[in-house]
């Protein structure tokens, strides 16, 4: 999962606009709904969200390995348990787990370092079950050795810089440190650059006692603390890009899959400093230096290395994958679907990363579950998710997507997502602009576990906005989670949320229930907090007469991002203009704003079930047009328009990626047919608006 500190939030705070009391409801209606949320929003218990945690953390559960169908046959009974309908959809994936992980320094001073993290008895489970092996996932098996380089995070610049002080890493063993970028673009550069192998280590600076006290004692990494995690770039099972990986689909050959060829492994920060301790050659420029207690030079050598890995790839490389649904079928829009994921797997007992959005979910569905049973349910259909093997690259949301896509693609309203969800205070947010004032109107209506107020409350406080018209700002849909198959691939409207705070024990042996309980949630309020949010807003949004989209806010959004694109232009003296695009987004403003106008005048006449079906139908193409079948020109697969992740760092978001992709690379003439191609997918977001408003008027 995306590290939210990581995140870089472009987002600007949006003004307040008038609106009513809730979009997209009649008034009778409107009144009723506060009802079913007030009483919804009541039902999650900490006791119970507690007691979920403990079950599914209870061990180590990686992806392909039997724990998984543990915490499987658990999420299902437990929706089975409160009457929903479920189902298990199992796809078979290229996923090579690790046989061995060694890691030597052969010079000088010949020593094996030690990759375990080790029992904490105090955490009863890191002494009671092994942990999952140091290792990267898709990283290639292999036995190399030579002198180490220090590449910093391993970013593109690093490599420019190391460039310009005639240091390259041709031949040798790169070692990088963690942050700044997905691992899979440091997996990616360093093999790029001719590294023979990769090792990736947590620096003290960014993740351990440079930010607080480390575990037991504090909830920072300590010294031999391990981050896992997966170094493959595209989304989904690499064996079949693009297409759901089902009993009998083709598979591709190895050669051709989209994974390092070099073995990447990860270290502690304790182990690393054996390794960049002796290394000499060139003063670093000041802000490589990291947080280990001497100074840093980058090499090469006169340390060598040596990294072994071997792993089940050419014996047993398939592995099932389960993903599971429960299902609250709706009483009038059946068709139509409202969802709610999160992923199960992790790289240990992963109570924050996901045991904490698994919980999240089901408390949604537990209390969505008993208002069904009291005789209130939804109008439309609520699907309760939750994906294997997200960890390895977002595998079973991806093969689910790909799989079920003809179906999402005509009646998924929105999916949300919930990946760690619970480790501290302060909520975050973030999504589709369409679906943001939703979120914040739900936030306004759920207590703070502060006692200080809504979490909307809270959340603002600790925003520090300038001025009452501004809003808390929220996280664009860039990469790395469940989300990415449904807004990526589909166009499909997204949200996400959750609490966050310090943490160091991401994809580490001690991210278990006892960190959990002493330093993340310990009385398991946020998990519960984060499942009030999700019951109302999947409420808010399944039973609303017109779907409650903000096109408004949308396409303000837009216009922001539009004159960044100008001003790159600029920049580069280029002759392409941008009034196209420009003027083709504010169509978009000025269709939006008529059809909230249209809405909320009709809403409060009486509209026939025909013709809301009518009009949600047409709203639910809005964003679809946004899309593009091709995709990006860098990745097909990306389809949306919008936001995707950037693809020099995977973890920061790109914003109209199709137009500054080629901005970027300096393709004038890209740019220009770029530019050409989203104002015309514009111009039809602005039909499908102008479509849905003449069907109320
Ligand atoms: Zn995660």
Do not use: C
């Amino acid at each position: 999962m995306i590290r939210r500190l990581l995140v870089l939030m472009l987002t600007l705070a949006v003004p307040v606009r008038a609106q009513t009391v809730a979009p997209g409801y009649s008034p009778e209606a409107a009144t009723a709904e506060r009802a079913i949320e007030a009483d919804v929003i009541n039902r999650p218990s900490p006791a119970e969200a507690a007691a979920q945690s403990r079950f599914l953390s209870l061990q180590p559960h990686m992806a392909g390995t039997p724990a998984q169908a543990r915490t499987r046959d658990y999420v299902i009974s437990q929706m089975k348990s409160w009457g929903l309908e479920t189902e298990v959809r199992a796809y078979k994936v290229w996923m090579p787990h690790p046989i061995s992980t060694r890691v030597w320094r052969i010079s000088p001073d010949p020593i094996e370092l030690n990759l375990q993290e080790g029992p904490i008895p105090e955490d009863t489970t890191s002494v009671a079950y092994p942990q999952v092996p140091a290792f990267n996932g898709y990283g290639a098996a292999g036995d190399v050795r030579g002198e180490v380089v220090y590449v910093n995070y391993g970013l593109i610049e690093d490599y420019a810089q190391l460039d310009s002080m005639h240091v390259s890493v041709k031949g040798k063993i790169a070692i990088a440190r963690y942050g700044r970028s997905y691992r899979g673009i440091k997996a990616r550069e360093a093999e790029k650059h001719g590294a023979i192998g990769l090792i990736i280590y947590s620096d003290p600076a960014d993740d351990g006692y440079m930010r607080g006290d480390v575990y037991p004692a504090g909830p920072m990494r300590p010294s031999h603390g391990i981050q896992r995690g997966s170094v493959m770039n595209p989304n989904g099972d690499p064996s079949t890009p693009g297409y759901a990986s089902t009993e009998n689909a083709k598979r591709i050959p190895t050669s051709q899959m989209e994974i390092p060829r070099i073995p990447v492994l990860p270290i502690s920060y304790g182990n690393a400093a054996e390794l960049l301790r002796g290394l000499s050659g060139n003063s670093i420029p000041q802000p490589w230096q990291g947080g280990l207690g001497f100074r840093y030079h980058v090499g090469p050598g006169p340390v060598q290395a040596r990294i072994a890995v071997t792993t089940d790839a050419t014996t047993n490389p398939y592995k099932e994958i389960w993903d599971t649904f429960g299902v609250i079928r709706g009483s009038d829009y059946p068709d139509e679907i409202v969802m709610i994921g999160g992923h199960r797997d992790a790289w240990g007992p992963g109570a924050a990363d996901n045991v904490s959005g698994t919980v999240s979910v089901l408390e949604a569905a537990h209390a969505i579950a008993d208002q069904v049973k009291a005789g209130k349910r939804p109008k439309r259909t609520i699907v309760f998710a939750t994906w294997d093997a997200e960890e390895w690259g977002l595998l079973g949301s991806t093969e689910y997507v790909e799989d079920d896509s003809l179906r999402l693609s005509k009646s998924a309203v929105a999916y949300l997502n919930q990946d760690d969800i619970a480790q501290g205070p302060n909520f975050s947010a973030g999504g589709s602009p369409s679906l943001r004032a939703l979120l914040r109107d739900v936030a306004k209506e759920v207590p703070d576990p502060s006692h200080q107020g809504s979490v909307y409350d809270v959340w603002r406080k600790r925003a520090n906005l300038t001025a009452d018209s501004l809003e808390p700002q929220m996280g664009d849909p860039g990469g790395g989670s469940d989300f990415a198959g449904f807004y990526n691939h589909l166009g499909i409207p997204i949200a996400d949320w959750g609490f966050g705070g310090p943490q160091g024990v991401y994809h580490s042996a001690y991210d278990s229930y006892h960190w959990m309980s002493k330093f993340g949630d310990p009385g398991f309020e946020f998990h519960a907090t984060a499942a009030r949010i999700g019951a109302a807003m999947l409420l808010r949004i399944a039973n609303s007469d017109i779907l409650p989209y903000d096109y408004v806010e949308f396409a303000r959004t837009m216009r922001r991002f539009g004159g960044d694109v100008d001003r790159a232009i600029a920049d580069k003296h280029w002759k392409v203009s941008s009034a196209g695009l420009t003027s083709a987004i504010a169509g978009m403003e000025a269709a939006a704003v008529a059809f909230d106008d249209a809405r909320d005048r009709a809403l409060t006449a009486q509209l026939s079930k025909e013709t809301l079906k009518n009009v949600n139908a047409t709203l639910l193409e809005v964003e679809r047009q946004l899309t593009r079948p091709h995709g990006l020109v860098t990745r097909p697969w990306f389809r949306n328009l919008i936001y995707a992740s950037d693809e020099n760092n995977g973890y920061a978001t790109m914003v109209l990626p199709s137009v500054n992709e080629a901005v970027r690379v300096g393709d004038e003439s890209g740019v220009a047919k770029e530019m050409a191609d989203l104002a015309s997918r514009f111009d039809s977001a602005t039909r499908a608006l102008q479509r849905a408003t003449a069907l109320i008027k």
